[in-house]
């Protein structure tokens, strides 16, 4: 990803500013952001830590949440490492080869974020509405084909962004108001004509998420179709309840993104470091919740945590 074929205008390296207008709160602001990160990571290899060891959990939902655990981690440090070297350090250059690599993680990240929820999504309406295929429906080396073509479809939706960047004039003014490499940021750097860039950022924004999204309305229509017919109270709030983890995870995640996405383009009477900063947290807060979330709604990944736990701090270690 780093050898692009830039223009001989081009600078050599662009310049992120951080949060403008708050440089000097830079350090404060740090604290909570690293603190998150922190807290993220931990929460996210120690979900991956304990499925991979114990047998038990080898089931699909736990590979559901493994693979949303890996994207997590993937598009949070794809930022957050340099974001920090801004905040502490001042260190603000990146060259333009590591910025377009790095908005290219960043965004494929963020496509393949939503692809595990539309399985995740599909997951509970097959274990829902049709609990007796569940385990024919759903295998373990099914996840994973789904899991790949997931991440191919954000690969190649996501390459053409850096690719057609990479083939633009950039202006003399290298300076991005921001603390990352976001596409529409670098987009406006140019000197050039950025029509195809824009408009092809908002139909993935909206083609992509949105039928995502769609997909993922009319799973949970089915579902609680499904649930209201069931005649116990107790299954049917059962039912209903092993999908409220994937709702909460669902509520942080899209409105940030289409928030955030709009803002770049329209959202102009927003000041700046309100939207730099919400744009941090939408990759920061689901990182962070989502481990804790599914920690608390899931019996059985709960107590497995505690034994692991146990067995790591008990004198003989297992």
Request: charged share 10%.
């Amino acid at each position: 990803m780093a050898s692009f074929n830039l223009t001989p205008s081009a600078p050599s390296t662009f310049t992120l500013t951080g949060i403008p207008g708050l440089e000097a709160a830079h350090i404060w602001i740090s604290i909570p952001f690293t603190m998150f990160y922190i807290i993220g990571l931990l929460g996210n290899f120690t979900l991956l830590f304990v499925v991979g060891k114990e047998q038990t959990l080898h089931k699909p939902m736990y590979l559901l949440l493994c693979l949303l655990a890996v994207t997590e981690i993937g598009t949070s440090t794809s930022i957050m490492p340099k974001a920090l070297c801004i905040f502490w350090l001042n260190l603000k250059g990146i060259t333009v080869g590591g910025c377009l690599t790095q908005m290219f993680f960043l965004h494929a990240g963020t496509v393949m974020h939503s692809a595990v929820l539309v399985t995740m999504a599909f997951d509970r309406y097959v274990a829902i509405c049709n609990p007796l295929r569940y385990t024919t429906i759903l295998t373990n080396a099914r996840i994973a084909k789904l899991g790949l073509v997931g991440l191919i479809r954000a690969v190649l939706c996501i390459l053409p962004l850096p690719l057609l960047l990479s083939r633009h004039p950039f202006c003399a003014n290298h300076i991005i108001p921001h603390a990352y490499c976001d596409h529409m940021a670098v987009a406006k750097m140019s000197c050039g004509d950025i029509t195809v860039n824009r408009m092809y950022g908002l139909v993935i924004a909206f083609v992509v998420n949105g039928s995502d999204l769609t997909l993922i309305a009319l799973s949970y229509s089915l579902i609680i179709r499904a649930a209201l017919r069931i005649s116990s109270k107790k299954a049917h709030k059962k039912a209903l309840n092993t999908c409220t983890a994937h709702i909460c995870v669902m509520l942080m995640s899209y409105p940030s993104f289409f928030f955030s996405t709009l803002t770049h383009r329209f959202g102009h009477g927003i000041a700046p470091h309100i939207h730099i900063i919400l744009a941090n947290l939408y990759f920061l807060l689901p990182t962070m919740f989502n481990p804790i979330i599914y920690g608390v709604k899931n019996k059985e990944l709960r107590e497995k945590v505690g034994k692991c736990t146990c067995r790591m701090y008990s004198p003989g270690g297992h």
